[in-house]
Structures are given as structure tokens and as C-alpha cells.
């Protein structure tokens, strides 16, 4: 059965792990040809390609893009979604972490973008979707940095979708809420209690459970896809009202 993606290349970074694995495996399912880019390659399961590729290190993102374009023949769809978490308050974080986490979330979308336009230019289908956070809107507790760093996701999702506008590139984010990925399995895990802590998150919620890691991918499939053809520049929400509703954690 033809899928809307079919004869298309996706990168996804991040693509090994949560819910970069959720959405390679989505576009795989779309009929795209998906390449994780990871710093843990070999934890990918659902692709034609795993590299591995840090998206701080400038050299290992240009010769991750340039064996894409070489091996499958062009870049079509870039999903930035590499990044890391980072809690507390302003007081909380040293320097060096804030300088660590924002090369993660942020320059390294800058690295990946600057070296894959060459290809998404050539593109008759060109789309790329960012992952962002509710963190970059609602307003978390203890969350500095990490907001900090997906709002920076969202600005230069618009701001990128302005420039490339004219070259037929759209550029759009997704927005999840709290997602049940092994991230926060993590984060449960280190709690005294993690079955308790576990609930707690999920009333939290505004829909009262955390967000699959499949409903993100749904979203970025559209994003990415020919049905979202007039929509550039975006910020979607996948977190069960809180942005659009003004919903907060308790
Ligand atoms: P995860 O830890 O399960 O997966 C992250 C993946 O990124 C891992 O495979 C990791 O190896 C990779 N990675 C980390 N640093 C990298 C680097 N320097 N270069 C290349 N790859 C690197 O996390 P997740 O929960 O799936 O989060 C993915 C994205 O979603 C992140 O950008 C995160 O900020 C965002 N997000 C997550 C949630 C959530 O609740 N899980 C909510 C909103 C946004």
C-alpha cells in the first residue's frame, strides 16, 4: 500500500531512544526511509540506517548528513529531536551545565539544520519538525535551563520557517507534555517510591496519564507529511490540553 512518505529520507536524531524511536518507526510505517542520528546508534531498532552522531560535535553531524545523502540519495525530512533534561531552579545549574544542555537542545539543531539544507533544498517535499516541550510555554517548576533551551526550539522553529519559507522548506515543533519514555523511567526510577511518584505524574496530567511516545510520532507524521502542506512555523501541542488550556501542574 503507498504510504504519504513513500520515496522520501528522514533523519531523525535522537532516533534510538523514546520518542525518537516512536517516530522513526512511524515514518518507517509512512513509507519513509528513516536514519537515526545518536550518540547510542546501536540501540536502534526501527531504521534503515543508524550513524552515530553527536549533534555537539560539528564534524560528526556534516559526516553523518553527507553518508545519508550519500548512501540513500538526498535528505527529505529532518526531525530534530536529540536533546537531555535538566531540573532546578535559576540557582541550580552551573555554568558548564547550562553551556552543556543548551549545545545538546539547541546549537545542535543549528549544527544539523546548517548541514542539511544543502540536501532539504533539493527536496520537492521538504519538512522539518523540532521537538519543543510544554516546558517552552507553561511555565514549569524547577525547569530553568531545560525551558529555556525549548523555548530557544520554538523561536527558531518560526524564525527558521520564515527564512526558508520561499525555498518550499517547512519547519514546524511539536510540543509534548510529560511522554512515557525511558527519560522519565529514569527520573521515576531515582524517587523513593517510583510507583507513587509514577501516579502523582499522571494526575498531574490534564487528561490524567502521560503521553504515549506513538501519539508524538502521530503528530510529527503529520508535520512532516503531505497533509500539513500549508502549515509552517507551528508549535503543536501533544499534552492532553495543558499549553492551549493554560492547565499547570498541580
Ligand atoms: P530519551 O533519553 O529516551 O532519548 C533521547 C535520545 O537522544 C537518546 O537515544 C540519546 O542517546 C540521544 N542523544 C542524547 N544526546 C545526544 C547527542 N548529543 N547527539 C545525538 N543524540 C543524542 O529522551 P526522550 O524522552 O525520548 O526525549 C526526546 C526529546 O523529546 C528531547 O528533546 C526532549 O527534550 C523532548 N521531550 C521529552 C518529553 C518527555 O516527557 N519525555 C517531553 C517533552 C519534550
Not at 553527536?54 to 553527507?66: P, Q, Y
Not at 521515576?188 to 501519539?215: F, K, S, T
Amino acid at each position: 500500500m503507498a504510504g504519504p512518505l513513500d520515496g522520501l529520507v528522514a533523519v531523525v536524531t535522537g532516533g534510538a531512544s523514546g520518542l525518537g524511536a516512536a517516530i522513526a518507526s512511524r515514518l518507517r510505517r509512512d513509507g519513509a526511509r528513516v536514519v537515526a542520528f545518536d550518540v547510542n546508534p546501536d540501540a536502534a531498532t526501527d531504521v534503515d540506517l543508524a550513524v552515530a552522531v553527536d549533534v555537539t560535535d560539528d564534524a560528526s553531524v556534516i559526516a553523518g548528513v553527507e553518508r545519508v545523502a550519500a548512501e540513500l540519495g538526498g535528505i527529505d525530512i529532518v526531525v530534530n529531536n536529540a536533546g537531555i533534561g535538566a531540573q532546578g531552579d535559576v540557582t541550580v545549574n552551573s555554568d558548564e551545565e547550562w553551556h552543556r544542555v543548551w549545545d545538546i537542545n539547541v546549537v545542535g539543531m543549528a549544527r544539523v539544520m546548517r548541514a542539511a539544507l544543502p540536501h532539504l533544498r533539493r527536496s520537492s517535499a521538504a519538512a522539518v519538525c523540532n521537538t519543543s516541550s510544554i516546558a517552552a510555554t507553561a511555565g514549569l517548576p524547577q525547569r530553568v535551563l531545560y525551558s529555556a533551551t525549548k523555548g530557544a526550539v520554538l523561536s527558531m522553529t518560526k524564525a527558521m520557517a520564515a527564512d526558508h519559507l520561499g525555498e518550499g522548506i517547512r519547519v514546524n515543533a511539536v510540543n509534548p507534555g510529560t511522554a512515557d519514555t525511558p527519560w522519565i523511567g529514569r527520573l521515576l526510577g531515582a524517587a523513593d517510591d517510583p510507583a507513587a511518584e509514577r501516579a502523582a505524574l499522571e494526575a498531574r496530567q490534564p487528561h490524567g496519564r502521560l503521553v504515549a511516545p506513538e501519539e508524538v510520532a502521530d503528530a510529527v507524521a503529520y508535520l512532516v507529511g503531505p497533509h500539513a502542506r500549508s502549515t509552517t512555523g507551528i508549535g503543536l501541542a501533544v499534552d492532553g490540553g495543558m499549553q492551549e488550556l493554560r492547565l499547570r501542574p498541580a
